[in-house]
């Protein structure tokens, strides 16, 4: 199997005005992008800044890419199962297409099948990237990191914090045990499930009516975790598992995300992804909490929202505006700003319309829905930064220290 050839046959550019690196928009003022979802770990490219850019490039980032479309923080999901099934529904644990991959890429062969090994490789090819100086990229593991980060942003534009999301905790080989391990290797997002119902949660993509969402081991894993700091990630959840982690939080306070989603805006839609697309209640239940809901920037993700009385040839089907559609949608739900974060899914085997050069396609598409330029800003990016200063674990600067004067600087940029 070609690595190459995979990519360019799963992740994909293909809008209706498909977007890609060399048509990256230099006009008006950059924004600060936080992107809390993307895939590049598991490309089998270099994603590093001196990686030869292909001619016609592959995938939708690289550090080079991220750059240039502004994204100043991102995290980088790690998934370690994804099988060869139509649609993902109901699909079970095999064939594992990353393990085919990890194969094919002659990763170090406990990687081959073993969930936890293949998680631990992906931390270690992020580690090396920031180990580069030429990348500037700062691993955000906790509080006192995000501060260099922070500090190191204010003095240099181009530097690009990183933090690593776990994307199903079928990688916890070990259960709550392995979550020291993986907080060592700089962890931050444990994402509970992935594509189907593993030991500890259940997955939106197992049709069943889930009886319990949330298991015993499910619920010492998340014990474990918020004693160490981390951030519960709801992308994937079944709604059943959804409402256990709510509950659960009651009693004892974690942040939680939803890294990557859609928002369905028609419960009743089959024509909408329904099993992938947050329902508007649920998506209110994580706000109610503090938490980002990252609307992303996939076909799926983004079906139309269209207007009764709207002519078809005027629903506009750019990406862009399709993202500001749903965002717009959100807000007319009474969404705050500050819980709607971008969670693009780039590199995660999806279609898109444009690769991370284009995200700055998203500001003119939100004013043009009339998203306050305020909001925008708190959308693309800044929110994320106050939510990681608020929650990541260890002490902060004195006060006020860089992320502070970052957080300033970019709120009144122009
Ligand atoms: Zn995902």
């Known amino acids: 199997m070609d690595a190459g050839l995979v990519e360019q046959r799963y992740n994909t550019v293909e809008g209706s005005r498909p977007f890609q690196w060399g048509d990256a928009p230099n006009t008006g003022p950059r924004l600060f992008f936080a992107d809390i979802h993307a895939d590049p770990l598991l490309a089998l490219r270099d994603i590093g800044v001196d990686a030869p850019m292909a001619r016609e490039p592959v995938g939708h980032t690289d550090i080079l890419r991220l750059r240039q479309g502004g994204v100043g923080l991102q995290v980088f999901g790690v998934p370690t199962n994804k099988t060869w099934c139509k649609d993902n529904e109901d699909c079970g644990e095999h064939p594992n297409m990353i393990s085919a991959l990890a194969i094919s890429a002659l990763w170090p062969p406990e990687t ?73 290797s700089g962890f931050v997002l444990l994402g509970l499930v992935h594509f189907f119902d593993n030991a500890y949660g259940s997955s939106q993509h197992e049709g069943k009516e889930h009886k319990r969402g949330l298991t015993d081991a499910g619920e010492a894993v998340i014990v474990e975790a918020a004693r160490r700091g981390m951030i519960i990630d709801l992308a994937h959840a079944s709604k059943e598992l959804i409402r256990a982690v709510i509950d659960l939080r009651v009693e004892g306070s974690f942040p939680i995300v939803v890294s990557h989603t859609g928002i369905n805006p028609a419960p009743d839609d089959d024509a909408c992804s329904p099993a992938r697309n947050l329902k508007v209640e649920d998506a209110h239940l994580i706000a109610n909490t503090g938490g980002l809901i990252g609307p992303g920037l996939w076909d799926d993700a983004l079906c139309p929202i269209i207007e009764e009385g709207t002519a078809p ?26 819980f709607i974060a971008l969670g693009s899914d780039f590199d ?59 957080y300033d600087t970019l709120a009144r940029a122009p």
């Open 348 to 406: 995660g085997y999806e279609q898109f319309g444009f690769d991370a050069t284009g995200l700055p396609l998203l500001a003119p598409a939100l004013a043009e829905r009339d998203v306050p330029k305020d909001a925008i800003k708190v959308i693309a990016g800044l929110h994320v930064l106050r939510f990681l200063m608020d929650n990541l674990p260890g002490s902060a600067a004195p006060s006020p220290g860089p992320c502070d004067h970052l």
């Open 313 to 338: 040839q005027d629903v506009d089907d750019t990406y862009a505006r399709r993202f500001a559609d749903r965002v717009d949608f959100m807000i007319k739900k009474e969404f705050d700003a500050r």
């Open 112 to 184: 081959w099948f073993d969930y936890e090994a293949l998680a631990l490789h992906q931390a270690h090819r992020l580690a090396n990237l920031a180990a580069d100086p030429d990348n500037k990229l700062v691993l955000v593991r906790d509080r006192p990191t995000l501060d260099e980060f922070c500090e190191r942003k204010l003095k240099d534009p181009e530097v690009i914090g990183g933090l690593l999301g776990l994307e199903g905790a079928q990688a916890l080989t070990h259960g709550a045990e392995s979550i020291g391990v993986l907080r060592k």
